[in-house]
C-alpha cells in the first residue's frame, strides 16, 4: 500500500542532485519498503527516489493514493462555522496548548 503527501519535502530523500530530465517530484511516498521522493518521469511512470537512485512504482497504485491524497486536502481545507467558532475560541485561549515536558518526550 502507498500513502503520499504531496507537501512533503522530496529534497530530504533525493538530495541536491538535480531529477532526470523532464521529470517532476510531487511530494513524498512511502510504502512497505521504505519512504523516498515520488517523481513522475518524463514518460509518466512514477518512481520512489532515495538518494539519487530511482525504484518503478505500479502506476494505478500511485494514481489511486493520489486520488485520495487530494480529496484529503479538500476536505481539511474546507472552512466550517463548527471549525471557525473552536480557532477563535482557541484564540481567545491563548492558542493551541503548549505540550507538556512529559508529552514532548514520549
Avoid at 9 to 19: E, F, P, R
Avoid at 68 to 73: D, L, T
Wanted: hydrophobic share 35%; charged share 25%.
Amino acid at each position: 500500500m502507498l500513502t503520499i503527501k504531496k507537501s512533503g519535502n522530496w529534497k530530504l530523500y533525493w538530495g541536491v542532485m538535480s531529477l532526470p530530465a523532464g521529470a517532476e517530484a510531487i511530494g513524498i511516498v512511502t510504502r512497505e519498503t521504505g519512504t523516498g521522493a515520488l517523481i513522475r518521469l518524463a514518460n509518466g511512470n512514477y518512481v520512489q527516489g532515495n538518494a539519487g537512485g530511482i525504484r518503478n512504482l505500479p502506476k494505478h497504485e500511485v494514481e489511486q493514493a493520489l486520488q485520495v491524497s487530494n480529496a484529503a486536502a479538500a476536505l481539511g481545507s474546507i472552512k466550517s462555522e463548527k471549525k471557525s467558532k473552536s480557532s477563535a475560541e482557541n484564540g481567545r485561549l491563548g492558542g493551541r496548548p503548549k505540550k507538556s515536558k512529559d508529552e514532548s518526550e514520549a
